[in-house]
Every structure is written in structure tokens, then in C-alpha cells.
């Protein structure tokens, strides 16, 4: 790929996708893959994607996992009656 496709994949990244546009409300490889395919007619795999974002220094989040049945007020009750160390 080129530097202006690549930078126009980063541009696109940065932003977001559409919902309307793209049909998915955060990127994932395979949503990439498919634009880039309509966009540039280039075909790569979701490994080859990832390893082009790692390029471009993008990095995964992902959100920090909690449990289901956790009690927020006990942790608030915990954390105020808990000594300062």
C-alpha cells in the first residue's frame, strides 16, 4: 500500500467509523478490511490490517473486564471505611 492509502486508513481510524457508512460503530479488522477492499480494491487479511495499525502506531483498547454481579455500594462502603495506608 502506499503512503497516502495508508495515511487515508489512519485518517479513518482516527475518526471512526460511520454507523451509517460502515454499518459498525467501532473498527474492527474485519470492518477495515472491507473498506479498504471497496475503497482501494486491495485485498488483505485481518493479520495484515493489524500488523499495518500496529505501523501506524495505533494500539488495541480494549475495556477493563468486571464482574457481573458486582456491588458498586459495597465497594463505595468498603472504600470509605477503609484505612489510608
Known amino acids: 500500500m502506499s503512503a497516502s492509502q495508508q ?7 482516527r ?7 460502515d454499518g459498525v460503530v467501532r473498527w474492527r479488522c474485519v470492518d477495515l478490511q472491507r473498506r479498504i477492499k471497496s ?18 502506531k495505533f494500539t488495541r483498547v480494549q475495556p477493563r473486564p468486571y464482574h457481573p454481579k458486582k456491588d ?14
Open 39 to 56: 475503497e482501494f480494491a486491495v485485498t488483505l487479511h485481518e493479520t495484515s490490517i493489524s500488523r499495518l495499525l500496529r505501523r501506524l
Open 15 to 21: 475518526q471512526g467509523p460511520d454507523l451509517e457508512r
Open 7 to 13: 495515511a487515508q486508513i489512519a485518517a479513518w481510524v
Open 72 to 85: 458498586a455500594a459495597a465497594q463505595d462502603i468498603f472504600k470509605k471505611t477503609s484505612p489510608a495506608w
